[in-house]
Every structure is written in structure tokens, then in C-alpha cells.
């Protein structure tokens, strides 16, 4: 259990109110949704963007789990078949965590270079690592895919990872919108899936037998 996770009586309420409140949100709103003191509140986060912070680390940890899961060796997959399950682990995501994904598009998080307080600049830190883990697991499994001629060659894992990736969130995006405020984008998550796992098919080869 991570940090995060342990102060959810005061981070469920906190993520309720910066998903409505964004950058205006306070201490002092805080602990009125969530019934509690701001001094109790004060005490287990120090500060406003200590919360902030919390927030973004229950979302990294949450999502970096469930990729760690997907990419256990029970599963028996390809690189590709591992990539695939990981881009429906993000898709299944965003609709559970709403509140969370809002609460990324609209508030800022400063690198960890401009925070001062020391408390604070390791939480920024830990948050930064969580979102080059989840990177570093898809290029392994592109390397992988390549080592084993499933993915074409003819592009760095970099490159790749960056297509995949870039893809996902202009098409998830649109659907956090849709989700969200009722805005009609055109395609379904079932379209979204779809046109992922074609450009999957795009970079793809049929793997050796090993």
C-alpha cells in the first residue's frame, strides 16, 4: 500500500474537490468535503500541493500497477499481445478514474528541479520514476517484440513507443471529453480500440518460433 493510498479519507474527498475546483482549489474547501479539521489535514500533507501531489502519486501507482500485472509471465503472450492487453488496461482506465484524469488535464505540476521543499521535491521525484516505469515497460516489450522479429525493425523502440503512445492519448482525450462533459467526438471506445490495435497490426510481423 502505497502513501497514497493510506490517507484515501482525505484524498477521495481532495480529489473531488480539485476535479471540480482545479487550480482554486484550498486547504480550507478540502476539509469541508471531507468533514475534517484543516488542522488534521494540514498534519498529514503540510500543504496544499502536498495533497496535489498525493493525488498525481495514487494515480501513477494505480495505473503502473495494473501494467505490472498485465505484463506477468502467467499471461503467456507475445510483446505485441502484452502491448495490445496494456492499451485496454489504459482504455478500461480513464472511465473508472475520472475525477483523477480531470484533475491532470487542469492543474500544473512543477519538475521536481523548481520545488524547494525537500519533502516535496522527493514525493515529485517518486512521481517522475513511476512515469518513466510505465515507459521503460513498453520499450522493453518493443525490444523484445523486435529481438523476436514481431515488430518491425525499421524504427527505434523510441520512435515506436512514442507513435503508440501519442495515438492513445489524442484518442483517449477525445473520449475523456465525451466521458466527461457530454461532448460528442465522433468515435466510440470501441473505435478507439479498434484503431489502436491497427496500428498494432501496422508495426507488427509474424513472430519466430523460438
Known amino acids: 500500500m502505497t502513501d497514497s493510498e493510506k490517507h484515501l479519507d482525505v484524498l477521495e474527498p481532495a480529489i473531488r474537490v480539485f476535479a471540480r475546483e ?12 471531507a468533514q475534517l479539521p484543516p488542522s488534521l489535514i494540514y498534519r498529514k500533507f503540510g500543504s ?4 496535489l501531489l498525493s493525488i498525481y502519486s495514487l494515480f501513477w501507482s494505480r495505473l503502473l500497477a495494473e501494467i505490472r500485472a498485465a505484463t506477468g509471465t502467467d499471461w503467456g503472450d507475445t ?11 489504459g482504455q478500461s482506465f480513464a472511465p473508472k478514474n475520472l475525477d483523477l484524469i480531470r484533475i491532470l488535464t487542469t492543474t500544473y505540476l512543477p519538475p521536481p528541479e523548481k520545488i524547494a521543499q525537500a519533502d516535496l521535491k522527493k514525493k515529485r521525484l517518486e512521481i517522475r520514476q513511476m512515469n518513466r516505469d510505465v515507459l521503460n515497460i513498453i520499450d522493453q516489450l518493443i525490444q523484445d517484440g523486435q529481438e523476436q522479429s514481431c515488430i518491425t525493425k525499421s524504427l527505434s523502440p523510441q520512435v515506436i513507443r512514442q507513435i503508440l503512445i501519442g495515438a492513445f492519448q489524442t484518442l483517449a482525450y477525445g473520449l475523456f471529453f465525451q466521458f466527461s ?4 467526438v465522433g468515435y466510440s471506445p470501441v473505435e478507439a480500440m479498434n484503431g489502436m490495435k491497427h496500428l498494432l497490426k501496422s508495426i507488427s510481423h509474424e ?3 523460438k
Not at 482545479?22 to 468535503?33: L, N, R, S
Not at 496544499?48 to 495533497?51: E, L, N, V
Not at 510483446?79 to 488496461?89: A, C, D, N, Q
Open 22 to 33: 482545479g487550480e482554486v482549489t484550498t486547504i480550507a474547501k478540502i476539509a469541508e468535503e
Open 48 to 51: 496544499r500541493d502536498g495533497i
Open 79 to 89: 510483446p505485441l499481445g502484452t502491448l495490445e492487453r496494456i492499451i485496454i488496461i
Open 181 to 184: 462533459k457530454g461532448e460528442s
Open 207 to 209: 513472430c519466430d518460433a
